[in-house]
């Protein structure tokens, strides 16, 4: 159980574009989701809260002009790089945790990650 | 000061040996404890929690001291598969986690 489901696993944009990652919780509702980046050798930093049917909760220093986070449904949450650049390519990972299970004992989940490289 | 702090190391070590990562948090309030592994170019998945009464899963032991605000990871008979990076983490206050930037472990033959 509690599976996480991130789309796509890499993407190749150009400078300028945006690029919309896809975070899917496929056998539990998730009213809540994180979203993560994480360069080279560094740990992974929260970048956001993701809430169902409200507004993210961004860390500081996140822009949340260019990073949008939609939490639509209880099973998806969407975060869209707007106008990337390359300083933005990382690995970006959501995450959640089903809430029928204990955290102490099961933690959180992880998506597979969306290894972004703008050119 | 980082939140969680941890060796980066690479622990280069061989097969059968026992290694033990430690790692320490600055947060008093952290609420929750867990070691994660990540692969190269993966996602991390949860290794274990880790409670003030230690707990052991196979060949892996996890401990937790609130007072000195550190927790610990001791791998037994290490096997080829354990090269990875291990992840400290601390869960804090609204369910967020704070990540170690990991602990590098290769095992050799």
């Known amino acids: 159980g509690a599976v996480v489901s991130q789309h796509p696993s890499w993407v190749i944009c150009k400078s300028g574009t945006s690029v919309k990652i896809e975070c899917r919780s496929l056998d539990f509702q998730a009213t809540t989701m994180f979203w993560y980046r994480q360069f080279p050798k560094q740990s992974l930093m929260l970048m956001a809260t993701?809430?169902?049917?409200?507004?993210?909760?961004?860390e500081q220093g996140v822009e949340k002009d260019k990073f949008l986070i939609n939490h639509a449904s209880l099973t998806l949450s969407t975060l869209t790089v707007t106008s990337a650049h390359p300083e933005d390519s990382s690995f970006y990972i959501c995450?959640?945790?089903?809430?029928?299970?204990?955290?102490?004992?099961?933690?959180?989940?992880f998506g597979s990650g969306t290894r972004l490289t703008v050119v | 000061r980082k939140e969680v702090e941890q060796d980066p190391g690479p622990f280069n070590v061989p097969e059968g040996a026992t290694v033990a990562f430690n790692c320490t948090y600055s947060?008093?309030?952290?609420?929750?404890f867990f070691w994660y592994r990540q692969d190269c170019r993966k996602e991390p998945k949860l290794l274990m929690s880790?409670?003030?009464s230690g707990n052991e899963d196979g060949r892996f032991t996890a401990q937790l001291n609130r007072a000195s605000q550190y927790i610990s990871l001791l791998i037994r008979d290490s096997k080829l598969s354990d090269s990875a990076t291990y992840l400290c983490?601390?869960?804090?206050?609204?369910?967020?986690?704070?990540f170690g930037a990991g602990t590098i472990l290769r095992v050799k033959s």
């Open positions: 947060n008093s309030a952290s609420q929750s």
């Open positions: 983490v601390a869960g804090e206050y609204g369910n967020k986690l704070v």
């Open positions: 995450s959640a945790r089903d809430p029928l299970r204990e955290l102490g004992d099961y933690g959180y989940t």
């Open positions: 880790v409670y003030s």
């Open positions: 993701s809430n169902e049917g409200s507004k993210a909760t961004y």
